[in-house]
């Protein structure tokens, strides 16, 4: 089996490298200087040499608020290159497996957001990519759409590693406290993955798939307020801390209303199809704090 994953430097992919060794699974990972996925003959002839199996697309461009001025390149990345990236792997009978996000929604349910639910996104980043949600759904064979809300992990710039910075520093910080959603831990992600890939499904069973899923921890629906609170607990059972947490509401914060206020997802349809239990986010929070004490 091999597999080819896109955006090698993006949180679900460094979380997935982590977990690979040992396997005979065949991975090549390519960041956006190794390949460059708005070229379709570049993306073809990668896929030429390789043959793979699988498809894991985690380039994205993710900056919502930058993705307002940039619109054009963001709808380059969410959007229009997954026509040719459904189109090729269709060729070479591929899975795509591909990730989107809770901003799709207007936040205007009372509810969790199921996967039918209509979409209405508010951002250029929302919308950028739903587009590319419709594109695979209109052009792909063969494809798992995964939802995704709030992604933390050890790797990069997120919320979760922003908290941490501060509480070493002493720093007091504002956390937004009315948008809600829950978090979604990308080390989870790649548990996810790791079971769909080599134990659940195999390759042969993985064909035929057409579908998008909520993918979310288990666990409550918080703030960033609260979020950052339960960082902050976690931390403090080891280390001590004199970082306040000021809530403040996301007008204030971001200048702007492109996000929705309540965009928590439902987990129960990929818990069901695939047997999968979701781990809870606070668990998640806790193994890195865990491991943070270890380095």
């Known amino acids: 089996m091999k597999i080819i994953v896109t955006g090698a430097e993006s949180q679900i992919a460094q979380s997935l490298k982590k977990k690979i060794e040992g396997t005979n699974i065949k991975f090549f990972f390519y960041n956006k200087k190794s390949l460059n996925i708005l ?3 570049e993306i073809f002839n990668v896929f030429s040499k390789i043959k793979p199996n699988i498809l894991i697309n985690c380039a994205a461009y993710t900056n919502v608020v930058d993705a307002e001025k940039n619109i054009t390149l963001s709808n380059n990345i969410n959007n229009y290159c997954l026509k040719n990236l459904s189109k090729i792997t269709n060729e070479f009978k591929a899975t795509l497996i591909h990730f989107s996000t809770d901003y799709v929604f207007d ?18 980043y929302g919308k950028s990519k739903l587009g590319g949600e419709k594109q695979i759904v209109e052009i792909s064979n063969n494809f798992i759409i995964l939802r995704v809300s709030w992604l933390f992990s050890e790797y990069k710039n997120n919320f979760y590693k922003f908290v941490i910075a501060k509480l070493q520093k002493n720093e007091n910080l504002y956390a937004v406290n009315d948008l809600f959603s829950i978090p979604t ?5 790649a548990n996810f993955l790791f079971l769909l890939i080599e134990k659940k499904l195999r390759i042969q069973n993985i064909n035929n798939q057409k579908k998008i899923y909520n993918f979310v921890n288990s666990g409550p629906i918080v703030s960033w307020f609260d979020f950052s609170n339960f960082i902050k607990k976690s931390y403090i059972r080891q280390f001590k801390s004199n970082t306040k947490i000021i809530p403040i509401s996301s007008y204030n914060f971001f200048k702007n209303d492109i996000r929705p206020s309540f965009s928590a997802l439902n987990n129960k349809q990929i818990i069901n199809d695939f047997g999968y239990e979701i781990e809870n986010w606070h668990n998640s929070i806790n193994s890195l704090i865990n491991n943070y004490i270890k380095i």
């Open 39 to 41: 070229n379709y003959n």
């Open 107 to 124: 936040g205007k349910n009372n509810k969790k957001y199921n996967e039918d639910d209509v979409t209405n996104p508010l951002s250029v």
């Open 185 to 189: 831990s990308s080390e989870e992600i």
